[in-house]
């Protein structure tokens, strides 16, 4: 079997196409960062930028924190912490750091919300004023979203990626 310029030149495009959207899909900001690792977390200072309650149910996915670094100054590192409430008793859930580079927007986001036991949650947010605005900060929650309904979203993207990608080289190799 031999390929026509024209098939070449298809799977050359395929082949194109699949590496783009593998190099989106790995690409990350390397000077923006969230650090989990609270033994290492660097001083930043302790005022508070931002103290928050969120209701949260069963429709709730996560809470996020977005430090915006594009917009707004927010030059130095930002601790975040997390409370669980139940009946006025916070308990501690999480607390990391994020910095976002010059030009670039960072986004923490917890999804271990346990909506069987807590209604609410607090977030705080401290660090230096001076070097972070309060605009720069956006808190909130993200609410679970049911997919799947089209046939390249959801859970099964990668099946219909995979059909598309079937369907593409029977096209080429049909002569």
Do not use: C, H, P
């Amino acid at each position: 079997m031999s390929l026509s310029k024209k098939d070449v030149g298809a799977i050359g495009l395929l082949v194109a196409v699949v590496s783009a959207v593998a190099m989106l899909a790995l690409a990350g900001g390397a000077a923006a960062t969230v650090d989990t690792d609270t033994a290492n977390l660097t001083a930043v200072g302790t005022d508070e930028l931002a103290n928050q309650t969120l209701a949260v149910d069963n429709g709730t996915r996560s809470l996020y924190v977005e430090l915006d670094n594009d917009t707004y100054n927010a030059s130095t590192a930002a601790n975040v912490t997390v409370f669980a409430i139940d009946n006025g008793t916070e308990t501690q859930v999480d607390k990391v750091q994020i910095s976002a580079a010059t030009g670039s927007t960072e986004m923490y986001e917890y999804t271990s919300l346990d909506t069987a036991n807590y209604s609410s949650y607090r977030v705080l947010v401290e660090g230096n004023s001076t070097t972070i605005e309060s605009a720069a900060l956006d808190i909130g929650t993200v609410a679970e979203v049911s997919s799947g309904g089209g046939w390249l979203s959801g859970s099964s993207g990668s099946a219909g990626i995979g059909i598309v990608l079937v369907l593409a080289l029977l096209f080429i190799v049909k002569d």
